[in-house]
């Protein structure tokens, strides 16, 4: 199995949306250099870099392989992001003001579309090839947002992607930044698994807007 990490991240705020991914398309995931990233601030357009990937401390993780259930690989990032955000060791991002996000299921449904259109039409990026960002397939699915971010990954293991994510610098807007961020309130994470047991996995955050009382619930897993 290919040991590659690639991976995207983007975070915006409502009417930013256009003007934050007007320079970013879809890449075909043939393209995809090993061991990637890149990150679109919400004050900036999109940047890219390279990154050394990290291994984070145990937890308890789905054993990976075509075998692994997608509901169980998805409620495991959703309990890493929780964990993450109420570490000690990461206060000094979230200024303990980051608390545990709410699964929210129509942000999931969304998150799994999305990667598995990705997977469908073999591309990997936050815009799919019609030119829909993050925030139009949102609105599309009607949800209601103020303030939302996704984190994309293309991985063969889920441990090793959440890794990543974590393992990126603790100043910026990146993976990292959207998992930690306080704003956020809501989270859906949707994974989709390719032929050849590489997995696209769709981290969607958000935050509706103030006047909204967003349905949510426990995963169903």
């Known amino acids: 199995m290919k040991n590659r990490q690639d991976m995207k991240a983007i975070s915006w705020r409502l009417g930013m949306g256009a003007a934050l991914i007007s320079g970013m398309a879809c890449m075909p995931a043939n393209a995809l250099r090993p ?3 890149s990150a679109a601030p919400a004050d900036s357009g999109p940047s890219s870099g390279w990154h050394r990937f990290g291994e984070r401390g145990a937890s308890a993780w789905p054993a990976a392989g075509s075998s692994a259930s997608i509901a169980a690989l998805e409620k495991a990032l ?10 000690p060791a990461n206060r000094a991002e979230t200024g303990g003001q980051a608390l545990p996000l709410r699964w929210n299921d129509e942000l999931a449904a969304a998150a799994r579309a999305h990667s598995r259109d990705m997977v469908q039409r073999r591309y990997f990026g936050h815009v799919d090839p019609e030119g829909r960002s993050p925030g139009l397939r949102l609105t599309a699915a009607g949800i209601a947002w103020q303030s939302a971010g996704e984190n994309i990954a293309m991985d063969p293991d889920v441990k090793s992607a959440e890794a990543a994510f974590m393992n990126e610098p603790h100043t910026g807007h990146n993976h990292r930044s959207n998992i930690l961020s306080p704003r956020y309130t809501e989270v859906g994470v949707g994974i989709a698994r390719a032929s050849d047991g590489e997995l696209y996995i769709t981290e969607d955050f958000m935050r509706p807007p103030d006047s909204t009382q967003s349905a949510f619930a426990r995963p169903s897993h």
């Open 35 to 37: 061991q990637t990233q």
């Open 78 to 87: 959703y309990e890493a992001i929780n964990r993450d955000r109420a570490d």
